[in-house]
């Protein structure tokens, strides 16, 4: 890998603190990051390049969800030796010119911006950079790393993609959703199109129908300042869910690259059919009183809608999402439920028409599990449910996190799991109309599975959402 300077901006934001922080420890103990590569964070909080030094330290210490392991001392002194700190208004045109300072002492022309503060301040950074040559320059590269919410809707993002578009090049734009960074949506590809045994059953003779489950059993916590003004369905609906979607449902790329692998992503977007009249939101009891949060707020804390793709291979497959938070327990997966032949040997047996389903655990108990039936052992005729599974703790590898995965391949300048802008169009375009007819959302209780509504969607249709099973790969 080359070397390069990073340039953290909003270095003291949540964001940086849960995931990007700790991605590049990560990268340095995995001796990703080359020898003269420069880590420099931008905040307005006054700190000396010790205290910075602290302040990092002290944040990756603290144990998150997704990064909880030990903080050995080796790799912090690497680190540390190479990271840098800027303070400043982000309206103030002296930090961009201490930062054209600092980065033209790096031993590096590369550079990556990494602009993790919010979507209002991007224009005054970049015009500042446009002042300080930054952002277009002829020597080494740059590029840019942007993430949601990118846009609130079709319009604004059009206009958040054109001011990027302004200042750089489509391939200096790295729209970065983590979740096509997780390794156990990756491999949604290679179980597919890698082994050949799983395609033919992918269409709407063998499936009866598709389940997304992405549930939380916590809060919004101190994120009510953002929060409020999004919602469940922008939060992680636009995003996270749709490419989840795109990734089980899209047709096998040409060829693994970019231009493929995005173009088959794209695809699914245009074909995938929004139904306003499915839509379910729900708020969780207690949420008006969270900070920051309106004592009258109308935001959604969980959605549930049904769509199908307008495909030949999919079509009548009905998919059915739910999401949200608060909820009975914390668990993401996507679950294939197969149609059950009528003449099965079995049917007189109970439970011998029971589905078989293939569950796509995104996490926690990462893997990938296969419901079949199985002879109870012994003289009796009986079924039972087993599972076949392949589970990510068994491998002798570590799981990596996904923004340790996406910041190397923005290192390296692979746009393969990034977005496009066409692509966050359609994820708009799609997500827009559950907006536009969107009722008040039905109160529920903390720790259930949301508004009975949601249950209704599937009962109309003879189906019920399936138990999200923490015994799957279970350590
Ligand atoms: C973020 C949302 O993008 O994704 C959060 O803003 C959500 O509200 C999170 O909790 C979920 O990500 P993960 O990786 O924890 O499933």
Same mark, same amino acid.
């Given at each position: 890998?080359?070397?390069?300077?990073?340039?953290?901006?909003?270095?003291?934001?949540?964001?940086?603190?849960?995931?990007?922080?700790?991605?590049?420890?990560?990268?340095?103990?995995?001796?990703? +990051?080359? %020898?003269? /590569?420069?880590?420099?964070?931008?905040?307005?909080?006054?700190?000396?390049?010790?205290?910075?030094?602290?302040?990092?330290?002290?944040?990756?210490?603290?144990?998150?969800?997704?990064?909880?392991?030990?903080?050995?001392?080796?790799?912090?002194?690497?680190?540390?030796?190479?990271?840098?700190?800027?303070?400043? #208004?982000?309206?103030?045109?002296?930090?961009?010119?201490?930062?054209?300072?600092?980065?033209?002492?790096?031993?590096?022309?590369?550079?990556?911006?990494?602009?993790?503060?919010?979507?209002?301040?991007?224009?005054?950074?970049?015009?500042?950079?446009?002042?300080?040559?930054?952002?277009? $320059?002829? =020597?080494?590269?740059? $590029?840019?790393?942007?993430?949601?919410?990118?846009?609130?809707?079709?319009?604004?993002?059009?206009?958040?993609?054109?001011?990027?578009?302004?200042?750089?090049?489509? #391939?200096?734009?790295? !729209?970065?959703?983590?979740?096509?960074?997780?390794?156990?949506?990756?491999?949604?590809?290679?179980?597919?199109?890698?082994?050949?045994?799983?395609?033919?059953?992918?269409?709407?003779?063998?499936? #009866?129908?598709?389940?997304?489950?992405?549930?939380? #059993?916590?809060?919004?916590?101190?994120?009510?300042?953002?929060?409020?003004?999004?919602?469940?369905?922008?939060?992680?609906?636009?995003?996270?869910?749709?490419?989840?979607?795109?990734?089980? +449902?899209?047709?096998?790329? /040409?060829?693994? &690259?970019?231009?493929?692998?995005?173009?088959? $992503?794209? $695809?699914?977007?245009?074909?995938?059919?929004?139904?306003?009249?499915?839509?379910?939101?729900?708020?969780?009891?207690?949420?008006?009183? %969270?900070?920051?949060?309106?004592?009258?707020?109308?935001?959604?804390?969980?959605?549930?809608?049904? /769509?199908?793709?307008?495909?030949? !291979?999919?079509?009548?497959?009905?998919?059915?999402? !739910?999401?949200?938070?608060?909820?009975? !327990?914390?668990?993401?997966?996507?679950?294939?439920?197969?149609? /059950?032949?009528?003449?099965?040997?079995?049917?007189?047996?109970?439970?011998?028409? =029971?589905?078989?389903?293939?569950?796509?655990?995104?996490?926690?108990?990462?893997?990938?599990?296969?419901?079949?039936?199985?002879?109870?052992?012994?003289? %009796?005729?009986?079924?039972?449910?087993?599972?076949?599974?392949?589970?990510?703790?068994?491998?002798?590898?570590?799981?990596?996190?996904?923004?340790?995965?996406?910041?190397?391949?923005?290192?390296?300048?692979?746009?393969?799991?990034?977005?496009?802008?066409? =692509?966050?169009?359609?994820?708009?375009?799609?997500?827009?109309?559950?907006?536009?007819?969107?009722?008040?959302?039905?109160?529920?209780?903390?720790? &259930?599975?949301?508004?009975?509504?949601?249950?209704?969607?599937?009962?109309?249709?003879?189906?019920?959402?399936?138990?999200?099973?923490?015994?799957?790969?279970?350590?």
């Amino acid at each position: 890998m080359q070397n390069f300077s990073l340039v953290l901006f909003g270095v003291t934001g949540n964001l940086a603190q849960l995931k990007v922080l700790p991605a590049l420890y990560d990268l340095e103990d995995k001796k990703i +990051l080359p %020898e003269k /590569t420069r880590i420099f964070g931008v905040a307005r909080r006054p700190m000396s390049r010790e205290e910075f030094q602290a302040y990092v330290l002290k944040i990756l210490k603290t144990k998150n969800r997704h990064h909880d392991h030990e903080i050995k001392d080796e790799v912090w002194q690497r680190l540390s030796a190479r990271i840098d700190y800027i303070a400043g #208004d982000f309206n103030d045109p002296v930090l961009y010119d201490k930062l054209k300072t600092a980065l033209d002492t790096a031993q590096t022309q590369n550079r990556i911006f990494y602009v993790a503060t919010y979507p209002q301040l991007y224009s005054t950074i970049f015009d500042h950079f446009r002042r300080t040559g930054q952002h277009n $320059r002829e =020597e080494g590269w740059t $590029r840019l790393l942007v993430e949601k919410p990118i846009g609130t809707d079709l319009k604004s993002a059009q206009e958040l993609n054109a001011l990027l578009a302004k200042y750089f090049s489509q #391939d200096q734009i790295y !729209r970065l959703d983590h979740y096509l960074g997780k390794e156990t949506l990756q491999n949604i590809l290679t179980f597919r199109f890698g082994n050949g045994i799983f395609e033919p059953l992918m269409n709407n003779q063998h499936i #009866d129908h598709i389940q997304v489950t992405a549930a939380e #059993d916590f809060g919004i916590g101190e994120r009510g300042m953002y929060y409020d003004t999004v919602g469940a369905l922008r939060d992680v609906g636009q995003n996270h869910i749709l490419q989840m979607l795109t990734l089980l +449902l899209m047709e096998s790329p /040409t060829e693994f &690259s970019n231009e493929a692998v995005t173009k088959e $992503r794209v $695809r699914v977007l245009e074909k995938l059919v929004p139904m306003p009249s499915s839509v379910v939101f729900g708020q969780y009891e207690g949420y008006s009183q %969270e900070k920051h949060v309106g004592q009258d707020s109308k935001t959604d804390t969980f959605f549930a809608f049904k /769509t199908e793709l307008d495909t030949a !291979r999919f079509k009548g497959v009905p998919i059915y999402v !739910r999401a949200g938070k608060k909820l009975d !327990r914390t668990v993401t997966e996507m679950t294939i439920v197969f149609k /059950t032949p009528i003449n099965r040997l079995f049917k007189d047996v109970e439970s011998g028409m =029971e589905p078989n389903a293939l569950v796509f655990r995104i996490q926690p108990n990462e893997g990938i599990v296969l419901k079949i039936l199985s002879k109870t052992p012994g003289r %009796e005729k009986g079924l039972e449910e087993s599972y076949m599974q392949f589970c990510y703790h068994q491998l002798s590898s570590q799981l990596h996190d996904a923004y340790e995965q996406l910041i190397a391949d923005a290192i390296e300048g692979d746009q393969t799991f990034f977005n496009d802008e066409i =692509e966050i169009a359609l994820q708009w375009k799609f997500i827009d109309p559950l907006f536009a007819n969107a009722a008040t959302p039905v109160s529920y209780k903390p720790g &259930s599975w949301g508004p009975k509504q949601a249950d209704q969607l599937l009962k109309k249709d003879g189906k019920k959402w399936l138990d999200p099973s923490l015994a799957f790969c279970a350590l």
